[in-house]
């Protein structure tokens, strides 16, 4: 693998093919993130900096490099590491500057929060150039809806909660003027539930699982919580979501007094206060969903290769060697080199 360094111009100032290893993350929620580990050398640490990026060939992303660490050992003698983070990192310098009511569709609603906050907000400052909101033609993605209020948050924060609560991904391009275009997406389903796409099936049947764990855990779970609004005392508005009974029920408390009825825009009716404050809710329970997961290791570059039979986000569907089978999604992609060889493989999040 080579990694192409460019500076705060997309200029290349190198191109990396020597290291000891590199691992390369993408992940479908929200940032990934890479590492390079190399022997020290001179002219490297002088040519790359932090807030340059980084592009590996085999990969669509680019990364920011934001760490730069020189370490000597006696034995090894000196090893340079260089890490950072993908370009959706970008929205973690920003918060929801002013109290911002979404009202309607989601994407429509995401696209207000990363306009007046990083496209066209009302100080100059806050504006990062050449960034640009891409909309999704997606029938899944333009007919969600939602209703919200967001003040003061992390904006990457605020949309990584949003993106997860239905299932989305969202991500940050380059193209070719070198702008950051932001997006949502939604991944293809490609397990037996479906009959559109070639299904993309990982089991000892095809000879593609190397090794897995499966785990079932309730250990975190929440399903009702108790969603308190403002005011205070006896007129405190509260909200009850979601649903359980008896030792079914695993309750939590969610404080969501930053949600207010009097708004920038008006007054909200009592509908749409309780909306919000349903809203905030489910992004909380979302947090503590019953864990359910595959982990390990799939051949993926014969049988099904990633990036032309399947890519991220998508669902596939996976077997393993005891009949354990499920519909899994494609969270994470992790592209590994060391003296060992090179291998890419996924990670899992069963969809229930």
Not at 83 to 101: A, F, H, P
Not at 153 to 168: F, G, H, Q, R, S
Not at 195 to 222: A, D, G, M, R
């Amino acid at each position: 693998m080579e990694v192409l360094i460019m500076d705060e111009k997309f200029q290349q100032v190198c191109l990396i093919d020597a290291f000891e290893s590199l691992i390369w993350t993408e992940r479908y929620h929200g940032f990934g993130d890479f590492e390079i580990y190399t022997p020290a050398n001179a002219e490297l640490m002088k040519t790359v900096k932090q807030d340059y990026y980084a592009w590996l060939k085999d990969s669509d992303q680019v990364m920011i490099v934001e760490e730069v660490q020189i370490g000597t050992e006696v034995e090894t003698g000196g090893h340079l590491t260089i890490s950072g983070r993908s370009l959706e990192s970008i929205l973690d310098r920003r918060i929801v500057w002013q109290q911002t009511v979404l009202n309607g569709n989601l994407q429509n609603g995401i696209k207000k929060l990363i306009t007046e906050n990083v496209i066209s907000p009302v100080i100059a400052d806050r504006k990062i150039a050449g960034f640009v909101f891409q909309e999704s033609k997606d029938p899944y993605i333009t007919g969600l809806t939602i209703r919200a209020q967001y003040t003061g948050d992390n904006l990457y924060e605020t949309i990584e909660t949003i993106c997860k609560a239905y299932n989305l991904g969202f991500q940050i391009m380059l193209n070719e003027q070198n702008q950051f275009v932001f997006s949502l997406y939604s991944g293809a389903d490609r397990s037996y539930d479906q009959s559109v796409n070639p299904y993309v099936v990982f089991s000892p049947k095809f000879e593609n699982i190397i090794n897995s764990n499966y785990l079932e855990s309730k250990k975190t779970l929440k399903n009702v919580t108790l969603v308190a609004g403002e005011d205070a005392g006896s007129t405190r508005r509260t909200r009850i979501v979601g649903t359980g009974k008896d030792l079914n029920r695993r309750e939590i408390y969610t404080d969501a007094r930053d949600i207010q009825s009097e708004t920038q825009d008006g007054k909200l009716s009592d509908g749409e206060y309780n909306a919000q404050l349903d809203q905030r809710g489910k992004e909380k329970l979302s947090e503590y969903q019953l864990t359910k997961s595959f982990e390990g290791q799939v051949e993926s570059t014969q049988t099904f290769v990633y990036g032309k039979d399947f890519y991220k986000g998508d669902i596939v569907q996976i077997v393993n060697e005891y009949g354990i089978e499920s519909k899994v999604r494609v969270i994470e992609i992790v592209r590994a080199q060391d003296t060992t060889g090179y291998e890419t493989y996924p990670t899992f999040s069963v969809v229930e």
